[in-house]
């Protein structure tokens, strides 16, 4: 059974940091490139980033260069995203998912298969 969980979310003050985890299960990572996206109230669900295991394939939306980090561990199978300098904006509900493929072309969020529940980000003092 596939199943992504991610954990990792909660409450930061605007500069902190967060690092969120999505557990993959069920498929192997080296078949599938795993995105992030999230979700605000009355928004759109947008990718922020997405990565490869097995072509090292990087994507970052440009709201979140140079403060976000994605990263997998392929013997856990589980995908990291690290977030630094969080502002409120980026407060949302964020969602590991898994497409096909070796490249994170897919930018729009209905190409992906499987989807964990979400975590809650709020970045708010």
């Known amino acids: 059974q596939v199943q992504l969980v991610e954990s990792g979310g909660g409450l930061v003050q605007p500069g902190g940091s967060l690092r969120l985890s999505c557990a993959a299960s069920?498929?192997?990572?080296?078949?599938?490139?795993i995105g992030w996206f999230r979700q605000a109230p009355e928004k759109e669900r947008e990718r922020v980033s997405c990565?490869?295991?097995?072509?090292?394939?990087?994507v970052y939306a440009d709201s979140v260069k140079g403060r976000f980090t994605i990263s997998g561990d392929n013997a856990k199978n589980t995908v990291y995203l690290q977030m630094n300098s969080l502002k409120p904006e980026d407060t949302a509900v964020y969602y590991c998912?898994?497409?096909?493929?070796?490249?994170?072309?897919?930018?729009?969020?209905?190409?992906?298969?499987?989807w964990g529940q979400g975590t809650q980000v709020t970045v708010s003092s």
């Open positions: 069920g498929f192997s990572l080296g078949n599938y490139v």
């Open positions: 990565f490869s295991s097995s072509t090292g394939d990087t």
């Open positions: 998912a898994a497409d096909r493929g070796a490249y994170c072309s897919n930018e729009d969020y209905v190409w992906y298969d499987y």
